[in-house]
Structures are given as structure tokens and as C-alpha cells.
Nanobody
Framework: QVQLVESGGGLVQPGGSLRLSCAAS????????MGWYRQAPGKQRELVAS???????NYADSVKGRFTISRDNAKNTVYLQMNSLKPEDTAVYYC??????????WGQGTQVTVSS
């Protein structure tokens, strides 16, 4: 079993920045994939950014150039640096991981609100 704990969400003005963190813990696991997803009210959950064990990254077109995903393998933690935030970035952000045994785990989500 893997537990994911997200942190770093909050209220920020348009143009501001936030950094989300997702720490994975548990026993006897290796992570192959970690990703950040978001779900706005009335919309489907969507992939925002992802990173694999070899460091390959992928971003949604809507966040390219503004968001950066990174990971600390020693800490089993993934980060999402969000800059130049827009009101349309408002959503609950979820962390998701896939282990090398193809087990999938989700975090509980953290609210990001971009508003003046």
C-alpha cells in the first residue's frame, strides 16, 4: 500500500505562484510514474503534468511554459511549481502514482483557487 499526501494548495491572485508537493510513503514499493491531475467543478479530471522514473516529463498544453514538475527520488516526493496562475487553473489538484508493479494510488487532493 502507498499513501500519497499532497500539500501546498491555497488561494493566490492571478499571475501568482504556488508549489504543490506530493509525498509517497509505504512499504516495499518503487514508483514508475507520478502525475498531477486536476478537476474543476463540473469538469472531468485531467492530466496536468507527469514524470516517469527516468525523468521524462509530459505537460498539458494549457500549462506548458507555466508549470514545472519535478521529483526527489530519495524522498519519493513529486513537486508541481505553478507560475503565472490564471483563474482557469482553479481546481482540486490530485497526485497519482503508478508503482513498478502497476498498482495505482491517488492522493486526497488539494484545492487551488486563483482569484483576485
Amino acid at each position: 500500500q502507498v499513501q500519497l499526501v499532497e500539500s501546498g494548495g491555497g488561494l493566490v491572485q492571478p499571475g501568482g505562484s504556488l508549489r504543490l508537493s506530493c509525498a509517497a510513503s509505504g512499504s516495499s514499493f518503487s514508483i514508475a510514474f507520478m502525475g498531477w491531475y486536476r478537476q474543476a467543478p463540473g469538469k472531468q479530471r485531467e492530466l496536468v503534468a507527469s514524470i516517469t522514473s527516468d525523468g521524462s516529463t509530459n505537460y498539458a498544453d494549457s500549462v506548458k511554459g507555466r508549470f514545472t514538475i519535478s521529483r526527489d527520488n530519495a524522498k519519493n516526493t513529486v513537486y508541481l511549481q505553478m507560475n503565472s496562475l490564471k483563474p482557469e487553473d482553479t481546481a482540486v489538484y490530485y497526485c497519482r502514482t503508478i508503482t513498478t508493479r502497476n498498482r495505482i494510488f491517488w492522493g486526497q487532493g488539494t484545492q487551488v483557487t486563483v482569484s483576485s
